[in-house]
């Protein structure tokens, strides 16, 4: 019997090797990786800059806490909020530890309770990341949960505006969920959300953990949208594979997070930041995000074309193939014809290639996935 707890469905086969979108098993057979990690793989497996950047600072420091002054910090923190309306950062280690930070941030700040969150969205699985999520089988037997949260339906203004009332101190949002379906908010959704905000004094955090560092072709999701969130989550992308979370906030939010507010031991650690500008340095360059859109532009025509049937839903390389009954068996299919994949929902193949996928690769999915699906 394994000495893990078995918290995990984990497929039966064992990855012992990556490079760009390829990685190996045990016995030698090699796969196309389109999870990358669950949106994790910027850069692909084992990108030769970072394992550079790995190598130089492994020999200079890893980890200091954070007791004293950190340059590295502060030279990502700039480069995540440049050219935004961001003025500040601070640095976690997942998803769901910027999720804490930004609900801390946003009670402490307004002094109110009640946070919006919406159905099928996924925040992660801390109390409060797990109490934000709306979805069920994600809190079942934990409870009672948190009560700061007031669940309501995506993209739906009616119920929104009547959730509103002065206890309400944030709306927090995906600007596509990505476990919940590859569900993209609509434009008069999101309008809605900003008129709301802006009106009421509501903060609104945005959660891009997944959709953030170039996933969906620009350096953030919200930049395609007329959201200007207060406060924004990330993690997954920014380390390419090195575990970081950041949360970003506007100058207004400053001194609410002083000294002794909030913290943790590891959080932007001098091995962490160092790989995280790393893939910032590549991800947030025009070319590089112009070509993370003609590669999302190609590989949405071409599964219009090859597979008719199936909406298709996404953007950038967060895609989703809307199919008519459960996936779980599609996704093993395609793992048995070396193309990995990860379910949204019970009914949707999201496909999260690295950024770094090349056209041939694309193709060579698209063909197996076209010998499953037809
Ligand atoms: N928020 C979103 C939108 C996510 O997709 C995820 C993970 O899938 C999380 C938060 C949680 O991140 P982590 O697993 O790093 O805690």
């Not at 980890?63 to 440049?82: C, I």
Request: hydrophobic residues 40%; contains cysteine; charged residues 20%.
């Amino acid at each position: 019997m394994s000495a893990l707890f078995p918290n995990y469905t984990r497929r039966p086969i064992q990855l012992i090797k990556g490079k760009g979108t390829i990685v190996t098993d045990s016995n030698e057979k090699e796969y196309l990786d389109f999870t990358s990690g669950i949106a994790v793989l910027s850069l692909g497996h084992t990108h030769s800059a970072i394992v550079e950047t790995i190598n130089q600072q492994s020999e200079k420091l890893w980890h200091t806490s954070n007791l004293f002054e950190s340059p590295g910090q502060e030279q990502l923190a700039e480069s995540l909020v440049k050219d935004t309306h961001f003025a500040h950062a601070f640095f976690c280690n997942s998803g769901a530890e910027a999720n804490e930070a930004a609900i801390k941030l946003a009670r402490k700040h307004t002094g109110k309770h009640v946070i919006i969150t919406f159905e099928q969205s996924f925040h992660g699985r801390t109390f409060g990341a797990m109490s934000a999520t709306g979805q069920e089988k994600v809190r079942k037997g934990f409870g009672p949960l948190l009560e700061t949260f007031r669940t309501v339906s995506f993209n739906d203004v009616e119920q929104l505006e009547a959730a509103i009332d002065e206890e309400v101190g944030a709306i927090m949002l995906e600007v596509i969920q990505g476990e919940g379906g590859v569900n993209q908010v609509t434009p008069a959704f999101a309008q809605a959300i900003e008129d709301i905000c802006r009106s009421k004094g509501i903060l609104l955090i945005v959660d891009e953990v997944q959709t953030g560092i170039g996933r969906t072709g620009t350096r953030y999701a919200y930049e395609q949208t007329v959201l200007q969130p207060d406060i924004m989550t990330l993690a997954k992308g920014l380390g390419g594979g090195f575990p970081i979370g950041a949360m970003l906030g506007t100058s207004a939010l400053r001194d609410t997070f002083g000294p002794g507010s909030h913290g943790t031991t590891f959080g932007g650690n001098p091995l962490a930041v160092a790989v995280a500008q790393t893939v910032l340095g590549h991800v947030f360059a025009t070319e590089f995000l112009e070509a993370v859109q003609e590669k999302s532009n190609y590989f949405i025509d071409k599964l219009k074309t090859e597979l008719p049937a199936y909406p298709i839903v996404g953007s950038g390389l967060l895609l989703g193939i809307v199919c008519p009954v459960e996936v779980a068996p599609y996704i093993v299919q395609a793992e048995q014809a070396g193309l990995l994949l990860v379910a949204a929902g019970p009914n949707v193949i999201r496909l999260l290639p690295p950024l770094t996928v090349t056209a041939e690769e694309i193709d060579q999915a698209i063909d197996i996935l076209s010998t499953i699906l037809l």
